[in-house]
């Protein structure tokens, strides 16, 4: 009998889900793609009402100026290249385009509901073989339906993380986080305080310091060796706000400063899912036990697609049990190995092993060498030239090689 599966969203995750259950229609009837907004694409859709409206409101954290920190050779669906005109590092309006492009060509547009928010996802019956998803549309008109089963595919870059910091309320300025981050010229003159010197936290003090702004990078990482462009100060992790509104740092020091911004990343979020029922614990920074970081043990129909930022296939409907066991395993073998709480869906190196271990389950080929070589030569590039890493342009060669085009 064919199985009915529902979607939920339609950024990269949810169409690739889409495209994979289109592609099996001897087993599955067509997806019902939920997608809140009016578009496809999730974060890759620049929304530049933020700060117009309420940031719950606000779905994509992408900055006007962002390009990728991935090259496209690395970041494309295997089986979808981009167009090989265009360079390797990409602004987001060419990822944007390209998700649209994907959608097109896999006829994926007629099974999307736009502007529809699944409210609630549970299951119904003993073999918890059916789910209950119960959806609104703009007008309110509420509807529940049975599918066979659900990928999540929501996201987990719209819900901002703000550290606790003692005597927060104290500071005078404004408080901002990336996620609410636009472009640079409002901040011109003025002097910024960034906490957090990842991806964010570096892309957003180069673009302040671009346009005049007083940027104090302030990250708790061993301190950075490249070179920062005049107008980025480093600074020591920020451990407090005074009563004057002074900003106090792990080093003692203190400094005033008119924006504090946070670059310190988003939590995981799942308003439709009773996470006691499913037998999942969900903190800001993990959600667990996920079976090959994929699906809850305990109701193995139930997908989380694109939580760990890697494309999945279906995975194999195993012993329960035996799944259960294997990802409590995994668990445990990263925390013995000192991983903390928060990293435990950080994968980095191990992406490959996770990767082909799930190709070889699914009967599908691997990722190639090359992907895995340039992934970590672009790593090394933006460690030591964070700056100018993407003007390098790529060639994916053949399945182990890559060559620096121009
Ligand atoms: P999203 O793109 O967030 O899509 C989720 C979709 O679900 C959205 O359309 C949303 O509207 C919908 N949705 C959510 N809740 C509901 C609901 N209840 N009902 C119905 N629909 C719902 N990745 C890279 O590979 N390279 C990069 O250079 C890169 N840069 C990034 C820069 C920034 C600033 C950010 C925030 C992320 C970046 N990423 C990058 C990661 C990026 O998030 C992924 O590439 C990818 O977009 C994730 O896709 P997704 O489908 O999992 O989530």
């Known amino acids: 009998m064919l199985q009915r599966v529902a979607v939920v969203g339609a950024g990269a995750a949810g169409l690739c889900a889409a495209r994979h259950i289109l592609a099996r229609p001897n ?6 793609v939920f ?10 859709c620049y929304d530049e009402r933020a700060g117009m409206l309420d940031d719950k409101q606000v779905h994509s954290s992408m900055y006007r100026d962002l390009r990728t920190n991935l090259p496209k050779e690395v970041m494309m669906f295997p089986d979808f290249p981009f167009d090989s005109g265009l360079n390797s590092f990409l602004p987001h309006q060419e990822v944007q385009r390209y998700l649209e492009s994907y959608c097109l060509s896999h006829d994926i547009r007629p099974h999307i509901r736009f502007s529809v928010m699944v409210e609630n996802v549970k299951p119904v019956d003993e073999e918890r073989a059916r789910w209950e998803v119960t959806s609104s549309d703009l007008s309110g008109c509420q509807k529940t339906e049975l599918f066979d089963a659900v990928f ?30 636009r472009f640079a010229e409002p901040f011109s003159g003025r002097s910024v305080v960034v906490l957090g010197a990842k991806a964010s936290g570096l892309d957003i003090s180069m673009e302040l310091a671009r346009v005049g702004a007083k940027v104090i990078l302030s990250h708790r990482r ?20 005074e009563a004057d509104g002074r900003i106090r740092f792990q080093d003692d020091s203190r400094s005033h400063a008119d924006v504090l911004m946070f670059c310190t990343g988003y939590v995981y979020k799942f308003p439709f899912l009773d996470a006691g029922q ?13 079976y090959r970081y994929l699906l809850p043990p305990a109701f193995p129909s139930l ?4 939580i760990c930022k890697i494309i999945c296939p279906f995975p194999n409907f195993n012993c329960q049990a035996e799944m259960e066991e294997e990802a409590r395993r995994e668990l445990q073998e990263k925390v013995s190995r000192g991983v903390e709480q928060r990293h435990l869906l950080v994968l980095d190196q191990d992406q490959w092993d996770y990767c082909r271990s799930l190709a070889d389950a699914a009967n599908f080929p691997p990722l190639c060498p090359a992907v895995c070589s340039l992934y970590k030569e672009v790593a090394h590039q933006r460690q030591i030239h964070p700056q100018n890493y993407r003007m390098r342009n790529y060639r994916l060669l053949s399945d182990t090689e890559w060559e620096l085009r121009d």
């Open 27 to 32: 087993r599955f009837w067509p997806p019902v």
């Open 35 to 44: 997608e809140l907004s009016d578009h496809v694409g999730g974060t890759w």
């Open 152 to 181: 999540v595919c929501s996201g987990h870059y719209s819900e901002p993380h703000i550290p606790e910091i003692p005597g927060l309320e104290n500071f005078k300025g404004q408080v901002l986080h990336s996620h609410l981050y």
């Open 222 to 241: 061993p301190r950075l060796t490249f070179p920062l462009p005049c107008g980025i100060q480093q600074s020591s992790e920020v451990v407090a706000v």
């Open 278 to 290: 499913l037998g999942l614990e969900i903190h800001d920074h993990t959600v667990s036990p996920l």
């Open 303 to 306: 997908f989380f697609i694109g």
